[in-house]
């Protein structure tokens, strides 16, 4: 069993940045694959990024990539979101997942996800 929490959310202005952390407990974490999600009301769950076991693979939404960069510090069991050149468009909450232990690849699909985490919400004002 994995527990996942997200922190970072929060308000900011079109332009702004800010930066979401997943952390997990256990001592799995550094076999897993870790993917970002976000969803709006109404809305499907739409991949955002997702990092390999290693950090050395990662992969990106068209529409995030170049403003957003996935990362992780297995020694702190500890996945992170920068996220720069916020648009009123990244209005969502945002969810971290992790992959079971003998799939680290990076992935988009979620169900390659097998625990997520409650969400962190971002609102970006215009």
């Known amino acids: 069993q994995v527990q996942l929490d997200e922190s970072g959310g929060g308000l900011v202005q079109a332009g702004g940045s800010l930066r979401l952390s997943c952390t997990a407990s256990g001592r799995t974490f550094s076999s897993r694959a870790v993917g970002w999600f976000r969803q709006t009301p109404g809305l499907e769950r739409e991949f955002i990024a997702s990092?390999?076991?290693?950090?050395?693979?990662?992969i990106y939404a068209d529409s995030v990539k170049g403003r957003f960069t996935i990362s992780r510090d297995n020694g702190k069991s500890t996945a992170f979101l920068e996220m720069i050149s916020l648009k009123p468009d990244d209005t969502a909450i945002y969810s971290c997942?992790?992959?079971?232990?003998?799939?680290?690849?990076?992935?988009?699909?979620?169900?390659?996800?097998?625990?997520w985490g409650q969400g962190t919400q971002v609102t970006v004002s215009s």
């Open positions: 990092i390999n076991w290693s950090g050395s693979g990662t």
């Open positions: 997942a992790v992959t079971r232990p003998i799939f680290a690849s990076a992935s988009s699909k979620a169900t390659d996800y097998s625990y």
